[in-house]
């Protein structure tokens, strides 16, 4: 019986890398569908979502059985639950890639109102702490989790610069709305794939070390359901 629970928890590791690496990739096919205004590519990272979404539903029902049926406890009992909330995240990296690929769809035939340059930045950064978040997690590496949220400082910051030089664009000439709006938006999709990719990070300390830090509560105590062990 152990042997097979140890076997359902490998498994089930292997299918959150397999969904972080397909969240990963889409994310790139996003914004690289963007970059090109080719609607074609951004129909790929549709169909892309939909096989992310149903991976999502096979890994709720493999936890849940787990729970049900394994009684974990402590390190093992983390592991699982934060896989629950692990797998949500990854679904929601698909989901803001969906919407990356819409703007594509709505801005093909047009020309890009500035040449790309920080947004392909922020999808490099927010990609890297992504896939940087899964690795923390497969060795249950939380001082490499911790660093990874510090990361996430930069991405806000491009944000921030995108934001105002679009604005700028804006108050030079309103027949620059439409286009920059569509790129601001792009911007906050990916500064939320970079959050999404801290949130990972923040269940990877909790898995590790039975410690919630995220909203500042490190300092708080570990609840005795889950305990150290």
């Known amino acids: 019986m152990e042997r097979h629970f140890e076997k359902?928890?490998?498994?089930?590791?292997?299918?959150?890398?397999?969904?972080?690496?397909?969240?990963?990739?889409?994310?790139r096919k996003a914004v690289e569908s963007l970059r090109r205004l080719d609607p074609v590519l951004a129909?790929?990272?549709?169909?892309?979502?939909k096989v992310i979404d149903r991976m999502e539903i096979d890994v709720d029902d493999r936890c849940v059985r787990l729970l049900a049926l394994q009684q974990p406890m402590a390190r093992d009992l983390r592991f699982i639950t934060a896989a629950l909330k692990i797998v949500n995240d990854l679904e929601r990296v698909g989901d803001h890639a969906v919407n990356i690929a819409q703007g594509t769809a709505r801005l093909s035939g047009q020309p890009?109102?500035?040449?790309?340059?920080d947004i392909p930045r922020m999808a490099e950064l927010a990609g890297g702490m992504l896939h940087d978040s899964l690795d923390a997690f497969?060795?249950?590496?939380?001082?490499?989790?911790?660093?990874?949220?510090?990361?996430?400082?930069?991405?806000?910051?491009?944000?921030?610069?995108v934001f105002n030089d679009l604005v700028g664009y804006m108050v030079e000439d309103p027949r620059a709305v439409t286009r920059a709006m569509e790129l601001i938006l792009v911007a906050r999709n990916l500064e939320r794939v970079a959050?999404?990719?801290t949130n990972i990070a923040e269940e990877v300390v909790f898995i590790a070390e039975a410690r919630v830090i995220?909203?500042?509560?490190?300092?708080?105590?570990?609840?005795d359901e889950f305990g150290r062990a």
Not at 8 to 27: H, T, W
Not at 43 to 49: F, K, N, S, Y
Request: with cysteine; glycine share 2%.
């Open 138 to 161: 497969v060795r249950q590496d939380a001082e490499a989790a911790r660093r990874l949220c510090a990361r996430d400082d930069e991405v806000d910051a491009l944000n921030r610069q």
């Open 112 to 117: 890009l109102l500035k040449p790309l340059v």
């Open 43 to 49: 129909q790929e990272v549709l169909d892309a979502d």
């Open 214 to 223: 995220k909203h500042h509560a490190e300092e708080r105590e570990p609840d």
């Open 8 to 27: 359902e928890l490998a498994a089930l590791k292997e299918e959150l890398l397999l969904m972080g690496g397909r969240a990963e990739a889409v994310v």
């Open 195 to 197: 959050d999404l990719a």
